[in-house]
């Protein structure tokens, strides 16, 4: 919750909130709904947050600034974890930041947690994304049309994954096992 008021701040249209968090929270944004949420989230199994910090230290008694949030969310049964929720603040946007997030969360499951395989759901319109996603090593494996509606109409959902397998198929995908730079990351 010490981060809330930054996470509500870089929700500033309904259709910049639907891009980052699917149909869960309505626009707008505010701190009520992320406490519900986050009071929630301690009943799903295996939630694990994990939340960039741009590595400038506690200064003068404030805490460090947060500028990428995103979730894995894992299904021990299955060695299944789904990356959700992920977003960067609108300043840092094109940086890097969410990639090198999105790089760490593929090898924590992978490396640290075992899993067999991580999946998640973009936006087809979001470049920025899709490109993020790729190069941290996921493949587009279908695509629902016309499943979220926007401000401008139906947006189309595209399904990515990443096995554990690749790597012993000769196609280790380019994020695992290096250094990403990210700052700290706390998970919970």
Not at 16 to 40: K, N, V
Not at 54 to 83: C, F, K, M, W, Y
Not at 179 to 185: A, K, R
Request: aromatic letters at 8%; proline letters at 4%.
């Amino acid at each position: 919750m010490e981060d809330a008021g930054a996470l509500v701040s870089w929700a500033s249209s309904a259709d910049e909130l639907l891009q980052w968090s699917g149909p869960l929270f309505s626009h707008p944004l505010d701190r009520e709904q992320l406490r519900a949420y986050a009071e929630t989230a301690g009943d799903r199994r295996h939630l694990i947050s994990g939340i960039a910090l741009d590595g400038s230290g506690v200064t003068r008694g404030r805490r460090e600034t947060i500028v990428a949030h995103a979730e894995l969310n894992v299904l021990p049964e299955h060695r299944l974890g789904q990356i959700r929720r992920v977003a960067v603040a609108p300043e840092r946007r094109g940086g890097g930041i969410g990639h090198r997030l999105v790089r760490w969360l593929v090898d924590f499951g992978f490396d640290e947690l075992g899993l067999n395989r991580l999946e998640l759901v973009v936006f087809s319109f979001n470049e920025p994304a899709l490109r993020c996603y790729r190069s941290a090593g996921f493949r587009e494996e279908g695509r629902a049309r016309e499943a979220r509606r926007g401000s401008d109409g139906y947006w189309d959902l595209v399904y990515m994954a990443q096995l554990a397998s690749w790597e012993h198929e000769g196609e280790t995908p380019p994020s695992r096992n290096r250094q990403h730079g990210v700052g700290s990351i706390e998970t919970s």
